[in-house]
């Protein structure tokens, strides 16, 4: 890099090998042009544009090529950003909750430093809200690489309407996320037409190819978001759930009649009027909740009508029932062994790319802050103070070509006060790269789900940002993120009640009391609530469902901050009971109620951004899981994983749950297919927690371990599928 940058009219491949004392070294031609393509690639990542100019400007085709690095090329835009758009800045760049993705955008932050005006109030403070994107699907990082990149890709995809396995061949244009998911648009190859491809549908690993391609002029991510619509509201359907059980699918009902069915006790089932928008997001609800709802048939249904909306859920329901029993019969008896590991362990990268990229922030902020603490500087990249100290050894070997004493960098970090000189020419801020300036730019859209004041700044930052990496247009148009419509109608419900006062209206459903209906449906007004509290630091008691144990529980919590996780909003608070800090989802709060002043906790600065899925978890379950729901061990921080191999079925693939097509052939497994299965093991708050995921992921999730767990999965799953089979005013027995 140094050599490039110091001579204006470049050098030749031949000059670069005997200037480059590394290059000197190598033992073949073969061996210095491969390096020469390799640090060439790395470099232009980082953003350094390398020129290839004509050795003789009158015969180019003859002559061959000198390689430079124009000064100044690199360097970051003229640009200032206000205090409110490093407001915004910086709440983006802390959305990520994946690792690698939070750090490309911390880093593309703090690239910017130089020309971000001081945050208005008190640095310490922690926002009062703060979005979170969460990434499950693994086909993210490759399929946004290959977009900025404008590779085409490979990869299989379950067709949501038939669930149909089919390879698709992409041009990818963009990715966004809209309604809690991740999408990719592009220009499909083989059936020649623009196609939208939802990532958690992708069931195999995204393959990039090394063609490339130019995506179509004025192409817009957003543009394309906004004219996804959401699902209509198709109608409603009955369910059946046992007495004081199924305290979710409560919380989406609109009316409560009497049910069929009676416990052993005698006590009376309810039976819940459930809206429909997405008939299988309703049934994976209904499904998660085991024995203890049942669908029950259409009393209305006629052989010639078409299929009822009841019908279709319950049909769905049933097939996932059984599903996860099939799926769990399979892996009865399943041995794991823990040597053979799924995935690499996850550390801090450090390869050439990432190492040159912290060494050249180094020497910037050093730079700005000569004399500056080591531990300081640690801090400050994101690394130990050993590998800061390894890194300013090698610098203090870089410099000019000729290595003379004058021409290498000036380096000392003695008695813990780090300088650096002679490296004025990678001391100004440099543009972002790429992935950095993708990374903010889908942080700020997301932005676009809070209520507030910030849209301008927003705006703005959102363009100054596209513009530090060097090619606005085509980085801004290629990335996207818009927020879920129903929490943007719920913010506007909370807005009007927090300025008139006005609670909205409920009606009262079935026999509820006026009192009960309020506390089921009014959450706008829980919503207005637990914000004025954060803004007036008052405690709140919350009447809250504990899903994982399917319980209703009474709480006195101090909320501290407002967290979105994709599709859902929790709000941190210390909660009173646990004498620790708690998330709650704010659509599991029934109802909310100012009891009196928040008491102060010192700590509330340190409090995470991120949700997290799982506290206070004390039993450890191994699951089985395929392709689809991998995304489980992450979730739930599994401990740890490890291939395993399943006993073979009649069908295409265990992965897809479609049946075996005459004639098509599965394929076959070999070092680089990727893995089909995969145990993990987790750390639950309670057994059902684990049960509701093998039911409503039917067919995708298993139990291996503990034999207890087992047995009882198997009994949940097997008391679910006996509510289909029997009659519906049968009395049906809770799970013992």
């Keep these: 890099m140094f050599a490039l940058l110091y001579r204006e009219r470049g050098y030749t491949r031949a000059e670069l090998r005997a200037a480059v004392p590394d290059y000197t070294a190598m033992p073949s031609d073969a061996a210095f042009e491969r390096a020469f393509e390799r640090d060439k690639q790395e470099l232009r990542a980082l953003g350094f544009p390398i020129e290839e100019v004509p050795e003789d400007a009158f015969f180019e085709e003859d002559s061959g090529f000198r390689y430079r690095i124009a000064r100044g090329s690199f360097a970051l835009p003229a640009l200032r950003f206000t205090a409110e758009e490093t407001a915004v800045l910086a709440l983006a760049a802390n959305a990520w909750t994946e690792t690698s993705l939070g750090t490309t955008a911390r880093r593309a932050l703090r690239k910017l430093e130089p020309v971000l005006e001081p945050?208005?109030?008190?640095?310490?403070?922690?926002?009062?809200?703060?979005p979170t994107i969460s990434v499950q699907e693994p086909a993210f990082a490759p399929l946004m690489d290959a977009v900025l990149k404008h590779r085409q890709v490979r990869f299989d995809y379950l067709a949501a309407s038939t669930d149909e396995l089919s390879t698709r061949r992409l041009e990818p244009w963009g990715v966004g996320s809209r309604f809690g998911s991740w999408y990719v648009i592009g220009w499909d190859l083989d059936r020649q037409a623009e196609r939208t491809f939802r990532l958690s549908r992708i069931v195999s690993d995204v393959r990039s190819t090394t063609h490339t391609f130019v995506p179509p002029e004025k192409f817009s991510m957003n543009e394309r978001l906004d004219a996804m619509e959401a699902a209509p509201e198709l109608g409603s359907m009955?369910?059946?759930?046992?007495?004081?059980?199924?305290?979710?699918?409560?919380?989406?009902?609109?009316?409560?009649l009497p049910g069929r069915r009676t416990a052993p006790d005698g006590k009376p089932w309810d039976r819940l009027v459930i809206p429909v928008t997405e008939p299988e997001r309703v049934a994976a609800e209904i499904a998660a909740v085991g024995p203890d709802a049942v669908v029950p048939e259409d009393d209305d249904a006629r052989p010639e009508a078409p299929v009822s909306l009841q019908a279709r859920v319950?049909?769905?329901?049933?097939?996932?029932?059984?599903?996860?029993?099939?799926?769990?019969?399979?892996?009865?008896?399943?041995?794991?062994?823990?040597?053979?590991?799924?995935?690499?362990?996850?550390r801090a990268s450090n390869s050439s790319a990432e190492r040159l990229a912290r060494m050249l922030e180094i020497v910037r902020y050093v730079y700005a802050h000569q004399g500056v603490e080591l531990s300081e500087v640690a801090t400050h990249v994101e690394a130990s103070t050993d590998q800061v100290v390894e890194d300013l050894t090698t610098l203090f070997v870089c410099g000019r070509p000729g290595h003379t004493p004058d021409q290498l960098i000036e380096a000392s970090w003695d008695e813990g006060s780090v300088t650096v000189s002679n490296a004025e020419e990678i001391s100004s801020p440099v543009r972002l790269t790429q992935p950095e300036a993708a990374a903010l730019l889908v942080g700020l859209q997301t932005l676009r789900s809070l209520p507030g004041e910030h849209t301008p700044a927003i705006e703005s930052a959102l363009r100054k940002v596209a513009e530090a990496a060097g090619e606005p247009a085509a980085l801004a148009d290629a990335v996207g993120a818009r927020p879920d419509d129903s929490f943007l109608a719920l913010a506007e419900a909370t807005a009007r009640a927090r300025h008139t006062g006005d609670r909205p209206e409920t009606p009262v459903q079935g026999d509820a009391t006026a009192e009960?209906?309020?506390?089921?449906?009014?959450?706008?007004?829980?919503?207005?609530?637990?914000?004025?509290?954060?803004?007036?630091?008052?405690?709140?008691?919350?009447?809250?469902?504990?899903?994982?144990?399917?319980?209703?529980?009474d709480r006195e919590i101090d909320p501290v901050r407002l967290v979105s996780a994709n599709n859902h909003w929790y709000v941190m608070a210390w909660c009173e009971r646990a004498k620790d800090f708690r998330d709650f989802r704010l659509d599991r709060i029934r109802s909310a109620a100012v009891v009196g002043p928040a008491e102060p906790h010192q700590d509330v600065a340190a409090v995470r951004t991120d949700v997290a899925t799982v506290t206070s978890a004390e039993t450890d379950i191994v699951l089985v899981t395929d392709r689809r729901a991998r995304w489980i061990?992450?979730?739930?921080?599994?401990?740890?994983?490890?291939?395993?191999?399943?006993?073979?079925?009649n069908a295409l693939s265990a992965d897809t749950g479609a049946t075996e097509e005459p004639g098509r052939r599965a394929r076959p497994s070999g070092a680089g297919t990727p893995v089909e299965f995969e145990a993990a093991e987790i750390s639950f708050t309670t057994e059902e927690l684990a049960f509701s995921l093998l039911t409503r992921f039917g067919g995708q999730v298993g139990i291996v371990q503990p034999g207890f767990h087992v047995a009882r999965g198997q009994l949940w799953v097997n008391t679910a599928l006996a509510g289909y089979r029997i009659g519906d005013g049968a009395d049906t027995a809770p799970l013992d």
Excluded: C, K
Aim: glycine share 4%.
């Design 516 to 553: 009960e209906a309020t506390e089921h449906t009014d959450a706008a007004a829980v919503s207005a609530t637990v914000r004025d509290a954060i803004d007036a630091e008052q405690r709140l008691r919350i009447n809250y469902i504990v899903a994982s144990r399917d319980e209703v529980t």
């Design 633 to 649: 061990a992450d979730q739930y921080r599994a401990s740890r994983t490890a291939q395993v191999q399943l006993p073979r079925v």
């Design 119 to 130: 945050a208005a109030g008190d640095d310490e403070d922690a926002p009062l809200v703060q």
């Design 238 to 256: 009955t369910v059946d759930v046992a007495p004081g059980r199924a305290q979710m699918l409560r919380r989406m009902a609109s009316g409560v």
């Design 314 to 346: 319950r049909g769905s329901v049933l097939r996932r029932l059984e599903a996860a029993a099939a799926f769990q019969q399979r892996v009865a008896g399943v041995e794991v062994d823990w040597t053979r590991v799924s995935r690499r362990p996850r």
